[in-house]
């Protein structure tokens, strides 16, 4: 397999902020840290996942945690979308949020 490039995986408190991201998170910092230079951004690959719930604290959702992370990162396991869409979004790359 081959690697599909830079992605950005940003875990957050709840699944509201993970719906409102595009407001709250890239805005901010476009000044200091022009997100627009970033390659993950220019390709949206970008993605906020659900962080309390999967990626904030060891436990039995590990195994989950890691398909979340494949089905964002590499084409090979599309299939895990579907079964992980409430548990993360992908930003575009105008920062608005998208199905995963």
């Known amino acids: 397999m ?3 490039g830079p992605a950005l995986i940003q875990p957050v408190a709840t699944r509201r902020t993970a719906a409102a991201i595009s407001e709250t998170w890239p805005r901010p ?22 962080g309390n719930a999967y990626f904030n604290r060891p436990g ?4 989950e945690s890691l398909e979340i ?12 979308r579907d079964k992980h869409r ?10 608005t949020p998208r199905a995963l």
Not at 36 to 48: K, L, N, P, T
Not at 86 to 95: E, F, H, M
């Open 29 to 50: 910092r476009t000044a200091s840290m022009p997100l627009e230079s970033w390659e993950a951004v220019r390709r949206g690959q970008v993605y906020v996942a659900y």
């Open 2 to 4: 081959r690697a599909a």
């Open 69 to 80: 992370l494949a089905a964002g990162l590499h084409e090979a396991f599309r299939d895990l």
């Open 86 to 95: 409430d548990a993360a979004l992908r930003l575009g790359a105008d920062l």
């Open 60 to 63: 039995p959702r590990i195994v």
